[in-house]
């Protein structure tokens, strides 16, 4: 897959990137990349106090980024109903990944091109909806070029899914739903 060779020159090089998700397209970044973390907040006008969300493509990816227990894991995913676990934060995360939260928010994603991403740049990548702050989030390709064509440095090709909106955000300690995912349906 040239494009994700492609994606992972931009992050490496310290870019911002559209790519698709489990459920909505989403602009990322490398977390460590400070310079990069506050553009992607500047292009989405997104206030640093929310914090933003990590994807990682397997657990041993958030190893530094995450402090869990010993022998605590998260759970494995659901790729039609994601879940992204607040956790405590490893050593690695800048105030400015967290935000004003005390906890960190990471999903394995089950989404193949952004999973291949992180595969790719050996690292979780930064996860925030595609959309300008309090506007509603890209869900195909034409607003996603419309919107953020001219500036991110790449848009990856691929299709969002499998599932069918925004993750639910759940607390891994207590279990407490934070945000329910979209739409917002019982599960079976």
């Not at 020159?9 to 490398?30: D, N, Q, S």
């Not at 959309?131 to 034409?142: E, I």
């Amino acid at each position: 897959m040239m494009f994700v060779t492609r994606a992972a020159e931009v992050l490496l090089g310290g870019g911002v990137i559209a790519y698709p998700t489990e459920g909505v397209f989403g602009l990322g970044c490398l977390p460590d990349d400070i310079m990069a973390v506050e553009r992607l907040l500047d292009i989405k006008n997104r206030d640093a106090a929310k914090g933003l969300i990590l994807i990682a493509s397997n657990f041993e990816q958030l190893d530094g980024w995450v402090s869990l227990p010993d022998r605590s894991t998260l759970p494995l995913p659901d790729p039609a109903h994601p879940v992204t676990w607040i956790v405590p934060p490893g050593p690695r995360v800048h105030p400015m990944v967290r935000g004003e939260h005390p906890g960190l928010a990471v999903r394995l994603t089950t989404n193949p091109v952004a999973a291949a991403i992180c595969d790719a740049v050996a690292s979780p990548i930064v996860s925030t909806s595609a959309n300008l702050s309090g506007k509603p989030t890209a869900r195909n390709r034409f607003v996603l070029r419309r919107q953020f064509g001219a500036r991110v440095d790449y848009i990856v090709p691929g299709n969002c899914g499998p599932a069918s909106g925004a993750s639910e955000i759940r607390d891994l300690t207590s279990g407490k739903v934070l945000r329910a995912g979209w739409p917002s349906t019982i599960r079976s």
